[in-house]
């Protein structure tokens, strides 16, 4: 997940509104974009943490910890027959979405 | 949500949950918000959930300035539209069980420390509030998570002999490029090019960012051009090498000794690149396939044309 939460922090975009789902359109965030086009990468995101000690091999691992998969422990509730679900359970990604109609 | 539902019908699941807004009786939030509720899961218990979820969302604009009462009977009108039992769905509507799931949904979202709605959780972690969420954005969280299940857990093993010449083929959609790879100017790109093309990190994946004039760029397979094959190596710069003109192999990277699996191939001299980006090899045959790649810059905005994959990767050694 520090993986995926660097991407957050890099992506930097317009502030979450309190809007409703209809919000999720397919608009593309251009704030995702670097100034000037780069080579590299779109956006920063895998600058790993100790670039600045990388062992002599001249290489590090970034992906220490994996992303928790989706009924890892959490505060919130797993996912029980209660609940409203569109998608197979085995799906890698769940998204929850608390959420009021009003 | 339905769009990403079906462009990854295997790899998402999406979850609704209600936290209606309803405040306090001293200082009440939402008016409709438990009646909301309430006709979603009185809907629910006839198995159309979803369909009364749609309506409100969809009709937010006609119901959300009624009274109490008249929504009431505009949610009755709905439910007999949409096909409900209406006299079973107005008993559940404002029976005591239900009454009492929107008030614990209330109180639960409550104890969790909601700040607003919607709140979005992505395996157990929420999304950060400085981060629009918009399909691209879920879209890139579900491409990189999948990716995950092809990243090393190690740094490749050093196997190349930086005496050795090696050449590797593109077999791309548009056909072949030829490239020498400098083994001894840049052994740790080299090596980590010929690791991931032996292990197949190449194949089907698609030239994600090709911008005429200045590179094409591949080696992601998330498409997203956040992708990484799970590990980072230092930049390895040669005075003598310089991006010079086209068909100069670079390794991508997110800033300083972050390279990883992404690499491009200029389109023309790019002097602003020397020194910040690794060379490791020049097109020795098919730069014309690849100037050929389809244009596509996923910083960009508007619709994405699909690209043109790379096939397969191989190396020889000469």
């Known amino acids: 997940m520090k ?13 979450l509104a309190g809007c409703k789902p209809q ?5 593309i965030p251009t704030s995702t974009a670097t100034t000037e086009a780069r080579p590299a990468p779109t956006v920063v995101l895998t600058v790993p943490t100790q670039s600045a000690f990388l062992p002599d091999s001249g290489c590090t691992v970034v992906t220490k910890k994996p992303t928790p998969g989706p009924t890892a422990e959490s505060i919130y509730p797993p996912v029980s027959d209660t609940d409203h679900v569109k998608g197979p359970a085995s799906a890698k990604v769940t998204m929850i979405e608390y959420s009021d109609f009003q | 949500m339905e769009q990403l539902l079906k462009e990854y019908p295997n790899d998402l699941r999406f979850v609704y949950r209600q936290f209606p807004l309803i405040g306090t009786p001293e200082s009440p939030f939402h008016d409709k918000a438990a009646l909301s509720t309430q006709a979603s899961e009185a809907a629910g218990n006839q198995g159309k959930f979803w369909e009364m979820h749609d309506v409100l969302f969809e009709n937010q604009a006609d119901w959300s300035t009624l009274s109490v009462a008249d ?5 009755i009108q709905k439910a007999g539209e949409l096909g409900l039992d209406v006299e079973k769905f107005t008993t559940d509507l404002t029976s005591e069980e239900l009454a009492k799931l929107a008030q614990n949904a209330w109180d639960n979202g409550q104890k969790i420390g909601f700040t607003g709605t919607p709140s979005l959780i992505v395996n157990g972690q929420p999304w950060p509030s400085n981060v629009e969420i918009t399909a691209f954005n879920l879209a890139t969280i579900i491409q990189l998570t999948t990716l995950e299940d092809q990243q090393f857990t190690e740094c490749p093993a050093m196997t190349i002999d930086p005496t050795k010449q090696y050449v590797a083929t593109l077999h791309t959609e548009k056909g072949d490029i030829v490239i020498e790879l400098f083994a001894d100017k840049a052994p740790l790109a080299v090596n980590s090019f010929i690791f991931l093309a032996k292990n197949g990190w190449f194949d089907n994946v698609t030239f994600h960012r090709v ?6 760029q591949a080696g992601d397979p998330s498409g997203t051009g956040y992708g990484t094959p799970g590990y980072a ?3 390895e710069i040669s005075s003598d090498l310089k991006f010079d003109g086209p068909g100069v192999l670079g390794m991508a990277n997110a800033g300083a000794d972050s390279n990883g699996g992404q690499f491009f191939i200029t389109y023309a001299a790019q002097p602003t690149l020397d020194g910040s980006y690794t060379i490791f090899g020049k097109v020795i045959q098919g730069m014309d396939v690849a100037t050929s790649l389809t244009p596509r810059d996923p910083s960009g905005t508007g619709e994405l044309p699909p690209g043109d994959k790379i096939l397969s990767v191989t190396i020889e050694e000469k």
Not at chain 1, 6 to 14: A, G, M, N, Q, Y
Not at chain 1, 23 to 27: E, G, M, N, Q, V
């Open chain 2, 71 to 75: 929504f009431q009977k505009w949610l």
């Open chain 2, 233 to 235: 190596f230092k930049n």
């Open chain 2, 211 to 216: 911008i005429p004039g200045f590179v094409a």
């Open chain 1, 3 to 15: 993986k995926i939460f660097l991407l957050f922090l890099i992506l930097l975009t317009v502030s």
């Open chain 1, 23 to 27: 919000a999720l359109t397919a608009s």
